[in-house]
C-alpha cells in the first residue's frame, strides 16, 4: 500500500544474504554486488528498527553531489564496520 518496489540497485563495499537477511562481507574479488528488489518506504524516525545500518544511497560511483537518500538495511554487525568499509547502494555502476 505504501512505498515502491525498487529494483537494479547495486552495493559497493559489502553485500546483501539473502539467507541471513543481513549484510554481510564482500566475496574476495567482488567489488560490487547486486541488491534484491527492495521495497521503500518512508518510516518515522522514532519508528526506526534496531540492528539496521544508515546507508548512503547514491545515483552513481560518484558519491558526494550524487547523493539521494540515506536506506536503513538489516545488519547483524555493529553500523561501525560498514561505515569504515564505505558500504553504499548505488543507483548506476559504470563498468
Not at 519508528?47 to 558519491?63: A, F, G, H, I, W
Not at 569504515?84 to 548505488?90: E, Q, R, T
Request: net charge positive; proline share 4%; charged share 30%.
Amino acid at each position: 500500500k505504501e512505498g515502491a518496489y525498487v529494483t537494479g540497485l547495486t552495493m559497493e563495499g559489502a553485500r546483501w544474504d539473502e539467507k541471513l537477511a543481513s549484510i554481510e562481507e564482500s566475496r574476495p574479488k567482488d567489488q560490487f554486488s547486486k541488491m534484491p528488489i527492495i521495497l521503500i518506504k518512508a518510516v518515522q524516525a522514532d519508528k526506526v528498527e534496531t540492528n539496521v545500518y544508515s546507508c548512503p544511497v547514491y545515483k552513481t560511483e560518484d558519491r558526494g553531489p550524487t547523493f539521494v537518500f540515506e536506506a536503513k538495511i538489516k545488519t547483524k554487525h555493529k553500523e561501525g564496520k560498514w561505515i569504515m568499509a564505505g558500504v553504499a547502494l548505488l543507483m548506476d555502476v559504470v563498468a
